[in-house]
């Protein structure tokens, strides 16, 4: 048995991960402590697992940052990742650094599985005064924005006939971190003010590499290859949908018998504030095909549609994926990592329309290898999805492709993988 702290930043795509992780652990004989916002008390202690609290400006809520966001008029691309990065997770982690060494105080004899967002051991690691961890590992939910000669966070760059790829990669790598340049400067900021003595170059590559070992939890055939990736670095696969339990299925259930084909849609868990993104055009697009939509729409509130519900579509607040992905033969996201690995390691292929943070990057990688399609707009027009839809039913290439990349899937074992990183 090892005591382990599991740490993440209070997102709920990235605290989620974190404490399925943990429970998994805990049932393998690990004592573990999840330590993130006070919002999640209850979803890691109702999980068995130890809880600690973020607090200060490490204690926020995402949805907060998010309206803040949007009335400054923060612009999608670099503008708006800096301000994600810099309020979300740099100016939080002096708090996240005081709680981190509060549990190492109480035990230094404990290790240490992180969201490669939640910086909370970064001082220490760059010299400022404080304790490390046995052994720290950092798990990525999304997909690799690392620096490589071979890709880009958003695929290789597409070159002319004579010209050098992997300069050209190099190239777009080298202004990518320069239009982070903000967040890489209010990080050295904060850390001077912490007392570390090594700066940091570049914001993106160093979370990546700063822990002793880093998971990322995807496979080889969704991720872009990387020939130059750093030895720390491990591809373990994707967490499955995790089964609930007491949930009921409802009435309609039985629908989804494999007569049609089932379409499920979705915007996620934390970007449904605004229904007519991606749910309701998908609804209208979908009403005249013979096809079972199922939307999934993430709120309780049940004025939460602005349309009426046609009469091929069944409407839910919430419905587990570990049920309902085996019954579905096409997903409509907008993009968040945690469903379209799902979706893909069930054999579903995905459309993806999203703009803001990984899930233009998650598209670029679905298209790359044929696995969906890539709408290119977080606000898609019915027309644009029911052509995608129509085209993705009846393309047996990609549904050929998107089974191979299934078995990849099943191949993996990330629970296994993150305990033998953390414990070698």
């Known amino acids: 048995m090892a005591k382990v702290i599991v740490a993440a930043p209070p997102v709920p795509g990235e605290v989620g991960p974190l404490v399925q992780l943990g429970r998994a652990l805990a049932a393998r004989g690990h004592q573990v402590t999840v330590l993130t916002g006070s919002g999640f008390r209850e979803a890691v202690e109702s999980a068995g697992l130890g809880f600690a609290a973020l607090a200060g400006a490490a204690d926020y809520d995402i949805r907060q940052m998010v309206a803040a966001r949007t009335a400054a008029g923060v612009a999608p691309g670099p503008e708006q990742l800096n301000f994600d990065w810099i309020n979300c997770f740099v100016n939080p982690m002096p708090e996240e650094h005081l709680a ?3 549990l190492l105080d109480e035990d230094p004899d404990q290790y240490l599985i992180s969201n490669v967002l939640f910086l909370g051991a970064v001082p220490a690691r760059q010299g400022a005064p404080g304790r490390l961890p046995l052994r720290w590992v950092g798990v990525s939910v999304v997909g690799l924005a690392i620096s490589s000669d071979d890709s880009t966070f958003f695929g ?6 004579g010209e050098d790829p992997r300069a050209a990669n190099r190239a777009a790598n080298a202004q990518f971190a320069a239009g982070m340049a903000p967040t890489r400067e209010r990080l050295n900021e904060v850390l001077r003010e912490l ?12 979370i990546y ?7 990322v939890l995807t496979v080889p055939g969704f991720e872009f290859h990387r020939s130059d990736l750093p030895g720390s670095m491990h591809l373990v696969g994707a967490l499955p949908a995790e089964p609930v339990d007491h949930w009921q299925r409802p009435a309609w259930w039985s629908d989804l ?3 049609r084909p089932v379409v499920v849609v979705t915007q996620g868990t934390l970007a449904n504030d605004d229904l007519s993104q991606l749910i309701e055009p998908t609804l209208t697009a979908l009403a005249g095909l013979d096809v079972t939509v199922v939307a999934a729409l993430g709120r309780t ?15 839910a607040s919430y419905v587990p994926f570990s049920d309902l992905l085996p019954k579905a033969d096409l997903l409509i996201t907008n993009g968040g990592a945690g469903g379209t690995h799902q979706a893909l390691a069930n054999g579903v292929p995905v459309i993806i329309a999203g703009e803001t943070e990984d899930k233009p990057a998650n598209a670029a990688r679905l298209a790359y290898h044929g696995l969906g399609s890539n709408l290119g707009t977080a606000t898609p027009t019915p027309q644009a999805i029911a052509e995608a839809t129509t085209a ?3 393309d047996t290439e990609i549904k050929q492709n998107v089974d191979r990349l299934a078995k990849v899937y099943a191949e993996h074992d990330p629970v296994s993988a993150i305990e033998r990183l953390t414990l070698s």
């Not at 007392?195 to 160093?206: K, L, M, S």
């Not at 590499?209 to 998971?215: K, L, N, Q």
Request: zero cysteines; proline letters at 10%; aromatic letters at 4%.
């Open 156 to 161: 290789p760059v597409p070159v002319g006939p």
């Open 100 to 102: 981190l060494q509060r």
């Open 257 to 259: 018998d494999g007569s």
């Open 195 to 206: 007392g570390a003595a090594e700066a940091v170059d570049g914001f993106v590559d160093f």
């Open 392 to 394: 993705l039913l009846a």
């Open 209 to 215: 590499t700063v822990a002793d070992a880093t998971a």
């Open 301 to 315: 509130e049940p004025d939460a549609l602005g349309i009426e519900v046609p009469a091929n579509a069944r409407v």
